[in-house]
């Protein structure tokens, strides 16, 4: 069974994600299908969606405390009311774009564990550790779980490759596999692949050994390919 997740980053407005949400919903119930699907919309789109059980709404980012003085950020009083019990840390848009350090990521992976959040916590290499071969890859990975407890419980993994976000670009099955193995033998969770996945490459990605499923940003964002993606999962 693939988990079959959707980043919305920076996009979509309130009212267009309660009609993909709404969609995707009545979809997963007319379809039977039974994949794990996850949507990440805005902060601004959080709402209290009444969804099938295998459709989760998680939150793609929050800071470590639950209300004071933190402008800008939300909290899980503001999580809390909308009962979301989900969330996306060490993005690379985040460590890269916002400038978030391991110790902060490590700090709030610690936080919403504590809390029992399902958390997706997101790796990858930017494109000059690639060049350098697979070893310094594997090392910079490593570097991504100081601090993170990959025994907990609720936790799925997302190997996303820096230079595969966003571009079109996708790591090669190769490039996939070795990475996913070296992991996988070290930490047993399921492990998404994110990187310019897409409706005709989705299938084939999520049915190599060490792959459970895809995070997925910009093939997700126009509901009829997530349909699709979801569609082209079902079976795996
Ligand atoms: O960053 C990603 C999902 O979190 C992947 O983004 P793309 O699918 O746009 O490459």
């Known amino acids: 069974m693939a988990i079959i997740a959707s980043n919305f980053k920076t996009n979509h407005t309130r009212k267009s994600t309660a009609a993909f ?3 995707v919903n009545t979809f997963l119930k007319e379809k039977n299908i039974t994949n794990e699907v996850l949507v990440f919309p805005t902060a601004t789109s959080l709402d209290s969606f009444n969804t099938v059980s295998n459709l989760t709404v998680g939150a793609q980012n929050a800071y470590a405390t639950q209300k004071g003085s933190f402008t800008g950020e939300i909290g899980t009083e503001q999580l809390d009311e909308f009962n979301i019990k989900t969330i996306l840390i060490g993005h690379s848009e985040r460590r890269h774009i916002l400038g978030e350090s391991q110790e902060e990521i490590a700090k709030k992976f610690n936080f919403y564990k504590e809390l029992g959040y399902t958390i997706v916590y997101c790796i990858g290499e930017p494109l000059e550790v690639k060049e350098q071969g697979i070893e ?8 991504q779980f100081v601090g993170i407890d ?17 571009t079109g670009v996708t790591a090669t099955n190769d490039d996939i596999k070795a990475v996913h193995s070296a992991i996988k033998e070290k930490i047993s969770k399921p492990l998404l692949y994110g990187g310019s996945v897409k409706v005709a490459n ?18 997700s964002w126009l509901v009829e390919d997530f349909k699709q993606i979801i569609e082209n999962t079902k079976d795996l």
């Open 150 to 166: 990959t025994n907990y419980e609720n936790l799925i993994l997302a190997y996303e490759p820096v230079w595969a976000i966003g």
């Open 21 to 23: 949400i709404e969609e």
């Open 136 to 143: 310094q890859t594997l090392e910079y990975i490593y570097e």
């Open 202 to 219: 989705v299938h084939e990605i999520c049915s190599l050994d060490g792959v459970d499923g895809a995070l997925i940003g910009t093939a």
